[in-house]
């Protein structure tokens, strides 16, 4: 299998397992990005860890290898999803500890601890002793065993922190604790939707942006229809109008509308800007990643900028700093075909209709009349059994795709709909060809990354 596939502007393991990004931060002059890792086996099994990845710029990285180990009681079956915040000259690290005890027990109702422990680094590198925070006595009494994934911020001279839960009658729920110094916590809210949506909110984030409250979480459960809500589990934001804590939610919007994009998170960058990292994967899918075979699987998006157009659409978009890696651009007429290496950029101003063929095997779609954006494979061995996504856009002004050598991500009408997948083509050189529209394209320079690992 092609080793090309290695990645030149995604976060990948050199090898094993990755899932969700945690723990993203900027602290001490450095970008933190911490992910679920499981160095043992590209298949996921193993030890449930946390890598760790730091970078000056978001250009140049150092895998620094496992950040965290689940080597306590209160983790021992796993080191699961969380977040970091600065408190001065530390930074304070959450996570779930994951406990399943042995027997016959179905891990929802019984039979699973779902702990938030806490450690401090000031490196992110040589941590300190792990420190139990809440337990399941802390948590409501309609929850089930599945509470998990604290995301920590610092606020007016406090700390507050939102977890993902499942109630017992299978309804997911933001659970919401405060605390005067990060160690100490007492839960301030619950927060769910006006009518039950989905059984289980993982990997909640909540942030403000242009004066604007957002919850973020990852829903289980939701029924799949035609135009929404396609992929095995979804990941999305409400509008939070009010307080978190006291506050209506308004109407959800997905993220991602691609084949691969899950539990993504955010920080504030040292400049102001609200940065997004997403896992390009999904768990429990029905297509493959042919990596495994090689053994590594899955990656990060890039991160990406949120910001308001003026109206209610929070859009998406590559982060400023990658700019530095474009090349020098060369055009593509509409109706022509080309043959381009592997990482490039194409860039395009559409007036109506248009198409992007990829490899032969991959086709992103705008019907104007339509309203209507699609993305599908045709080959089944470049897409790795994936099939077709749709989204609904009344209007697409503008197209951005960065193509690395196993990932896509298209940034549709500014950055209002996005659509990222894996791909696995057979060479490193790929045809491209456009209908209804001239490309602007340009090639990518890869990242630096220096494997630091112990």
């Given at each position: 299998m092609p080793e090309f596939w290695r990645q030149s502007i995604h976060l990948e393991p050199p090898r094993g397992w990755m899932n969700d990004p945690n723990g993203l931060c900027w602290f001490q002059g450095r970008y933190h990005v911490f992910f679920q890792y499981g160095p043992d086996d590209a298949g996921g099994r193993g030890q449930k860890c946390w890598g760790h990845y730091e970078s000056p710029d978001l250009l140049r990285w150092q895998f620094d290898g496992v950040a965290l180990r689940p080597d306590t009681a209160e983790d021992r079956d796993g080191v699961y999803s969380g977040s970091a915040a600065a408190d001065g000259d530390v930074l304070r690290l959450f996570y779930t500890g994951n406990v399943k005890y042995p027997g016959d027990y179905d891990y929802i109702s019984a039979g699973r601890e779902g702990n938030v422990l806490s450690v401090s680094t000031r490196?992110?590198?040589?941590?300190?002793?792990?420190?139990?925070?809440?337990?399941?006595?802390?948590?409501?009494?309609?929850?089930?065993?599945?509470?998990r994934d604290p995301k920590v911020w610092r606020e007016d001279g406090g700390w507050k922190m939102v977890l993902g839960a499942r109630s017992r009658d299978d309804q997911g729920r933001v659970l919401v604790y405060h605390s005067p110094d990060g160690i100490h916590w007492h839960?301030?809210?619950?927060?769910?939707?006006?009518?039950?949506?989905?059984?289980?909110?993982?990997?909640?984030?909540?942030?403000?942006?242009?004066?604007?409250?957002v919850l973020s979480v990852s829903p289980q459960g939701l029924p799949h229809e035609h135009l929404r809500f396609q992929n095995v589990y979804q990941s999305g934001w409400f509008p939070v109008e009010g307080t978190l804590e006291r506050g209506r939610l308004g109407s959800f919007a997905?993220?991602?509308?691609?084949?691969?994009?899950?539990?993504?998170?955010?920080?504030?960058?040292?400049?102001?800007?609200?940065?997004?990292?997403?896992?390009?994967?999904?768990?429990d899918c029905p297509y493959e990643n042919p990596t495994a075979a090689l053994g590594w699987q899955h990656c990060l998006t890039v991160p990406r900028e949120l910001f308001f157009d003026g109206g209610e659409r929070l859009c998406q978009r590559p982060a400023r700093e990658l700019d530095a890696l474009l090349g020098e651009e060369r055009s593509l007429s509409a109706g022509q075909e080309t043959a381009i290496s592997l990482p490039f950029q194409a860039e395009a101003a559409p007036e109506g209709d248009f198409s992007l063929t990829l490899a032969g095997g991959l086709t992103l779609?705008?019907?104007?009349?339509?309203?209507?954006?699609?993305?599908?494979?045709?080959?089944?061995?470049?897409?790795?059994g994936r099939t077709v996504r749709l989204a609904n856009l009344a209007r697409c002004r503008s197209l951005r795709l960065l193509a690395d050598t196993s990932s896509l991500e298209f940034y549709l009408d500014?950055?209002?709909?996005?659509?990222?997948?894996?791909?696995?083509?057979?060479?490193?050189?790929?045809?491209?060809?456009?209908?209804?529209?001239?490309?602007?394209?340009?090639?990518?320079t890869p990242m630096e990354v220096t494997n630091c690992e112990a």
């Open positions: 490196d992110g590198r040589t941590m300190g002793a792990k420190q139990l925070l809440l337990t399941n006595r802390d948590y409501p009494g309609n929850c089930s065993c599945h509470v839960r301030a809210a619950v927060v769910c939707g006006q009518q039950p949506f989905g059984y289980m909110w993982e990997c909640p984030d909540f942030f403000r942006l242009d004066g604007r409250s997905e993220w991602d509308m691609g084949f691969d994009f899950y539990a993504p998170q955010t920080f504030e960058a040292p400049d102001g800007r609200r940065l997004m990292i997403g896992w390009m994967g999904l768990p779609r705008w019907d104007s009349g339509a309203g209507l954006c699609s993305l599908t494979f045709t080959d089944q061995t470049l897409g790795g500014g950055g209002a709909a996005v659509f990222s997948t894996r791909f696995y083509p057979g060479d490193r050189t790929v045809s491209l060809r456009a209908e209804g529209t001239d490309l602007r394209l340009r090639p990518i």
